[in-house]
């Protein structure tokens, strides 16, 4: 759906701008979704193995924004481009990742855990990260950013917690569907974002597709890499392989759209990332499947 998503604009007008309020908007329904789903249980890795997420934790807010800086410079990206990647780079794990690393028979407890503790950091993280990426070649408002993290992320999962706990049994059934509209929430975004800025992806779209592909797998590689290093159980690696180099993307999509409007292809990065990451952590979860992790 997403790869959907992402060539159909390609056939329609570009002459519109994202409506930075309906991104945001769609953003928040797959973090309420986000709420719905999470349960108690899934913080309780943070105090029986507060090692293995911080090490998650500090990997993904280390390696990949690292990464986005360092490949937006080796390929020359304008400021658009560049602070778009770094907003990727500087957002927490996604809801993609968890279910990855369940295909790849990887850490699932780690890899929900490492998701959410990234996500209640992200406020504080994300805005701070990028202010120090791209602070000098273009204007970041880190409390606005700061602001619109708390709006679109924590608010609508804290809202998905507390209705859970007043409805359990209407959050119940809304549980099922929620993957069904998450995912097309995310399709939408990214259709938004690609049919804005069809023509100039067209004419120089090629080195934000290829960055956006080297980001992510450069951060699965050195994902796994990092916990090879640190003789972490096989399926810890495939964890933090898989946490590390997918990010939630549609958050960095959103960002781009509130807080850069003066540059509209900052969102893209975001959204290629979004359809992007989905194909390679199916193929890698895939290849992990086929050979049995020694725990």
């Known amino acids: 759906m997403h790869c959907l998503a992402g060539s ?3 056939f329609a007008s570009s002459s519109f701008s994202v409506p930075g309020w309906l991104v945001s908007v769609l953003l928040g329904v ?3 979704g986000m709420g719905l789903a999470t349960r108690v249980e899934d913080f309780k890795i943070v105090f029986s193995r507060p090692k293995d997420v911080a090490v998650g934790c500090a990997a993904q807010f280390t390696i990949m924004p690292a990464l986005a800086w360092v490949l937006a410079r080796l390929f020359g990206l304008d400021e658009a481009l560049t602070v778009g990647v770094v907003l990727v780079g500087c957002c927490p794990g996604g809801t993609a990742s968890n279910v990855m690393t369940y295909l790849a028979k990887g850490d699932l407890a780690l890899s929900v855990g490492m998701t959410g503790v990234s996500t209640l950091l992200a406020p504080l993280l994300t805005p701070f990260l990028t202010l120090l990426l791209a ?3 273009v204007a970041v408002n880190a409390v606005g950013m700061f ?6 992320v924590v608010l609508p999962i804290a809202l998905g917690l507390v209705a859970k706990r007043l409805f359990p049994r209407a959050t119940e059934r809304a549980v099922r569907f929620m993957p069904t509209v998450s995912s097309v929430a995310i399709a939408v975004i990214i259709a938004l974002i690609v049919a804005a800025n069809a023509e100039r992806l067209f004419t120089g779209g090629f080195a934000v597709v290829l960055v956006v592909a080297l980001h992510n797998l450069c951060g699965l590689l050195l994902g796994y890499l990092l916990a090879a290093a640190l003789r972490l159980p096989e399926p810890k690696r495939r964890a933090l392989c898989i946490e590390v180099g997918m990010q939630n993307s549609g958050l960095a999509a ?4 509130a807080h850069f409007a003066a540059y509209p292809m900052a969102a893209v990065p975001g959204a290629i990332f979004s359809v992007w990451h989905n194909v390679s952590g199916a193929i890698v979860a895939r290849f992990f499947a086929r050979h049995r992790a020694k725990s």
């Open 30 to 32: 797959v973090m309420f």
């Open 8 to 10: 159909l604009p390609f």
């Open 254 to 257: 959103s960002l781009a759209a």
């Open 147 to 152: 602001v619109g993290i708390l709006w679109v």
């Open 135 to 137: 602070g000098k070649t």
